[in-house]
């Protein structure tokens, strides 16, 4: 693996899950393969899980780790190409990448869409133009579409909850995303990624419900069966994946906001006590109730603990190819 920006960059998808369960219990099994590397994570939006686990995940891997929050103490950057630079931002990508690929062994890079402007977000210009010119190996920390540590996660967290619970690892569960309330746009990038990795992993019966005009870009979805009917999709599920997203089509709206499909402990009898997860952070008694969230079916914790493994797998990955 010379990048992770998506699902797409991975050959095993099962090989990585199961590398991530090898590290949660072998946490320093690969303590030197990072020896005298360093990585910068460069963050341009708020984080907090995904900033910790994987600056521990880079020290498992004997890797010095080195946080930029380029959005707090940075010189606020341009991405477009050939732009007058006459605005707000002050250096531009194509001088800060290549010396950030000087300093840096690995660049991770966390970046949010506008939800203004959907071409720009779709094509993933920032990150494109990170790895344009950095010259070195970019993981991505979530982009403007996508979020593929966590997706990873996710995925190692269902393997892990069907091993625990000493069903057959290979039954195929039903695991389903459902939209939830929430009061401010927020961008597509979970929900497009689980999408994505639930289908790339094909292990699963996978089902998609939301409000009508909240439909996915297909090109992540395509393969997910797709209804309004949150009650109908919610039968015998395995896993209840909650997320709001904002519009995709007519890009970065809020249409309904009906507080009906927040999940509730009423909903969750039609499931096969399904666990109940979320990537956090989450809006209590508006995405999802106090009840539920407090429920021994809520698995979120455990969730987020898994992104550190998730985020050595892909990094151990990345150290075995790595050259200069
Ligand atoms: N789930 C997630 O990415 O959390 P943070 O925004 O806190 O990193």
């Not at 005298?36 to 521990?56: A, E």
């Not at 289908?199 to 998609?208: D, H, L, R, Y």
């Not at 009917?229 to 599920?237: I, T, V």
Request: charged content about 25%.
């Amino acid at each position: 693996m010379n990048n992770f920006i998506s699902v797409g960059d991975v050959t095993d998808i099962e090989a990585l899950i199961k590398k991530a369960l090898f590290y949660k219990s072998n946490p320093f099994a690969d303590r030197k393969l990072g020896a005298d590397k360093c990585i910068g994570l460069i963050f341009l939006n708020p984080s907090m899980r995904t900033r910790i686990s994987t600056q521990i995940a880079a020290q498992n891997l004997g890797m010095e780790p080195i946080v930029f929050n380029v959005d707090k103490e940075g010189w606020a950057l341009e991405f477009e190409e050939e732009a007058i630079m006459s605005g707000n931002t002050v250096e531009h990508v194509k001088e800060a990448a290549p010396i950030m690929g000087k300093y840096f062994d690995i660049l991770c890079i966390r970046t949010f869409p506008s939800l203004k402007n959907k071409e720009d977000d779709y094509s993933e210009l920032h990150i494109r133009q990170f790895m344009k010119y950095a010259g070195i190996p970019v993981v991505s920390l979530e982009s403007s579409t996508l979020h593929p540590l966590q997706s990873l996660t996710d995925l190692v967290t269902i393997r892990e909850e069907l091993e625990s619970g000493g069903a057959n690892p290979d039954r195929r569960p039903k695991i389903v995303l459902t939209w939830a309330p929430h009061m401010k746009p927020l961008p597509q990038c979970v929900a497009n990624s689980f999408s994505q990795w639930v289908n790339a992993w094909g292990k699963a019966e996978f089902v998609i419900t939301h409000p009508e005009d909240y439909e996915l870009d297909e090109k992540f979805t395509r393969g997910a069966e797709i209804t309004n009917n949150q009650d109908e999709a919610l039968k015998n599920a395995d896993f209840v994946y909650v997320k709001n997203w904002s519009t995709f089509k007519d890009y970065g709206k809020i249409y309904c906001n009906d507080p009906e499909w927040m999940l509730n402990l009423e909903k969750l009898k039609a499931t096969n006590s399904a666990r109940v997860m979320h990537c956090l952070p989450v809006r209590r008694n508006v995405e999802l109730s106090d009840e539920v969230l407090d429920s021994p079916g809520s698995i979120v914790s455990r969730q987020a603990g898994n992104r550190v493994w998730a985020a050595q797998a892909v990094l151990s990955e990345v150290l075995k190819n790595w050259t200069r």
